[in-house]
């Protein structure tokens, strides 16, 4: 079998699991994508949108959230960890939002990633998942189940991310993204994991990680 060959029977199991697919993270436009997306940093999305609620509910768009102070902030969103820092990001990309774009999230990877905060994967969500720009966006546990399906040998996400974005087709990135997301926490769980049982594991899991 080749390696085309392979992904795609890959793909043919992840639309007979998900062949429709919702972002799983709460949100009405742009900004309340980018909070939430933010927030789930080291964090579940369940958890996510159960916070973002009360956060929205005083300030969904930028002018209400810097009337709010940093404290404040963190205060609501201290459950989702990583507070001081993600605090101190949606204060300061609200503001610079305010400044330098009218109050609108830039719909450009280099001006997202010059927010406070906002990495490259933050960005990729919401460029692929609001604005339609394709992108592959890779968290932990994508860079886990791409290694672990043999996909590719990257010791880190950006060696992943390059890899899938090389063997799937680009209109097919967005889906596709979310689809393993949901198939990762339905079969391919980090801990707990039976790899004889798992439609994808059971065909291609790296030989030595069957032990």
């Avoid at 692929?128 to 880190?156: E, M, S």
Wanted: charged share 25%; hydrophobic share 40%.
């Amino acid at each position: 079998m080749t390696k085309a060959e392979k992904v795609a029977d890959i793909l043919a199991i992840l639309d007979k699991h998900y062949p429709t697919v919702e972002v799983p993270l709460h949100h009405k436009d742009a900004y309340t994508l980018l909070i939430a997306v933010l927030l789930s940093a080291q964090c579940t999305d369940e958890r996510v949108n159960k916070i973002t609620p009360l956060l929205f509910k005083q300030a969904d768009n930028p002018y209400d959230m810097v009337k709010m102070s940093v404290e404040e902030i963190r205060e609501i969103i201290k459950p989702c960890g990583l507070s001081p820092m993600k605090s101190k990001g949606i204060y300061g990309l609200s503001k610079i939002l305010i400044d330098q774009y009218n109050g609108e999230v830039p719909a450009s990877f280099e001006a997202l990633e010059a927010l406070p905060a906002v990495g490259h994967k933050t960005a990729s969500v919401v460029m692929t998942q609001w604005f339609g720009i394709p992108a592959f966006p890779v968290d932990t546990h994508i860079h886990r189940l791409a290694y672990r399906w043999a996909l590719t040998t990257g010791k880190n996400v950006e060696q992943t991310e390059h890899d899938l974005k090389r063997l799937i087709p680009e209109d097919s990135w967005n889906k596709v993204h979310l689809q393993i997301i949901y198939f990762g926490r339905a079969f391919c769980p980090a801990r707990g994991h039976v790899w004889t049982d798992c439609p994808i594991c059971k065909k291609y899991m790296r030989k030595e990680l069957r032990d």
